[in-house]
T-cell receptor, first 114, second 113 residues
Framework: GAGVSQSPSNKVTEKGKDVELRCDPI?????LYWYRQRLGQGLEFLIY????????KSGLPSDRFSAERTGESVSTLTIQRTQQEDSAVYLC????????????FGPGTRLTVT | TQLLEQSPQFLSIQEGENLTVYCNSS?????LQWYRQEPGEGPVLLVT?????EVKKLKRLTFQFGDARKDSSLHITAAQPGDTGLYLC?????????????FGTGTLLAVQP
């Protein structure tokens, strides 16, 4: 079956513009996660969805970041008024609950803010 | 803040050599996973260990979870160029938060032919 997909794969935007990043999880996976990864580094947790609810938003770095999920499927991560420090790869993962921990990742969206 | 420190950060070795990557924390985790990530792709799960002292083998890779469930190691025997990538450990269930993974700082491995 299809894995996690993300779009766009690359996004270059000017400082101050808004961007939307999309994630399509594996069908039937109720949990969805967003992470940020700076070059050559580990993953920084941003937000976790269980169904369409986000019980853990603790990793969102500022109020410029928001995310939503609809239909227990697609999720969108929105960054408003982008800054250069937002440049990174944004990764989405999904998992079946309650089987904790085995997360399946998409290929990521590489965001460059100029 | 829970932190998983990996060492070494970078490792460049010749094909056929052995290596060990370490993942250490002061926090107790309910599970520990190892992922490998290749350029332009998302991390791919290699193994999950859940019991203190557990050892799992996957072909030339051996994973160990520390007795106190605070640390882990990954040993690769006779490394091959295909093993090249970023290795990430991830601790599950910190502080009872069963739906969260804390990722380590990463080890970038390059195996030269």
């Amino acid at each position: 079956g299809a894995g996690v997909s993300q779009s766009p794969s690359n996004k270059v935007t000017e400082k101050g513009k808004d961007v939307e990043l999309r994630c399509d999880p594996i069908s039937g996976h109720t949990a969805l996660y967003w992470y940020r990864q700076r070059l050559g580094q580990g993953l920084e947790f941003l937000i976790y969805f269980q169904g369409n609810s986000a019980p853990d938003k603790s990793g969102l770095p500022s109020d410029r970041f928001s995310a939503e999920r609809t239909g227990e499927s697609v999720s969108t991560l929105t960054i408003q008024r982008t800054q250069q420090e937002d440049s990174a790869v944004y990764l989405c993962a999904s998992s079946q609950t309650p089987r904790f921990g085995e997360q399946y990742f998409g290929p990521g969206t590489r965001l460059t803010v100029t | 803040t829970q932190l998983l420190e990996q060492s070494p950060q970078f490792l460049s070795i010749q094909e056929g050599e052995n290596l060990t990557v370490y993942c250490n924390s002061s926090s107790v985790f309910s599970s520990l996973q190892w992922y490998r990530q290749e350029p332009g792709e998302g991390p791919v799960l290699l193994v999950t260990v859940v019991t203190g002292g557990e050892v799992k083998k996957l072909k030339r890779l051996t994973f160990q979870f520390g007795d106190a469930r605070k640390d882990s190691s990954l040993h690769i025997t006779a490394a091959q160029p295909g093993d090249t990538g970023l290795y990430l450990c991830a601790g599950g269930g910190p502080g009872g938060a069963t739906n969260k993974l804390i990722f380590g700082t990463g080890t970038l491995l390059a195996v030269q032919p």
